[in-house]
């Protein structure tokens, strides 16, 4: 399995940005995928988690900003960024893995299957 993001870049505050994440291998119906960050000096935390049925589950720092989707012809993963805060500015990452929902997010399993990374800056 293979996961390779796209989409981050630099935006003002209130800003929005979409995050694309392309999944190859026998993924389908087999994972949870999601997105994580990692903010300088910080430890990687769970963003957004989205099951092979379509449930989505957000952690409290970005729920009613954030949005996660997939696209299963596309085998996409998209993480729609709204109103973005300083605070947003991280390493994010794509992530499968066969836990999912909210102790998938909140306990960062080292064994998921990780994306290279894409770095978001929020800054005016």
């Known amino acids: 399995v293979q996961l390779v993001e796209s989409g981050g870049g630099s935006v003002q505050p209130g800003g929005s940005l979409r995050l694309s994440c392309v999944h190859s291998g026998d993924t389908y119906g087999s994972y949870c995928f999601g997105w994580f960050r990692q903010a300088p000096g910080m430890q990687r935390e769970g963003v957004a988690a989205?099951?092979?049925?379509?449930?989505?589950?957000?952690?409290?720092?970005?729920k009613g900003r954030f949005t996660i989707s997939q696209d299963n012809a596309k085998n996409t993963i998209y993480l729609q960024m709204d109103r973005l805060k300083p605070e947003d500015t991280a390493m994010s990452y794509c992530a499968a893995g066969f836990s999912c929902?909210?102790?998938?997010?909140?306990?960062?399993?080292?064994?998921?299957?990780w994306g290279q990374g894409i770095q978001v800056t929020v800054s005016s």
């Open positions: 929902g909210r102790r998938w997010l909140r306990l960062v399993p080292v064994d998921n299957i």
């Open positions: 989205i099951d092979s049925d379509g449930t989505t589950t957000y952690v409290d720092a970005v």
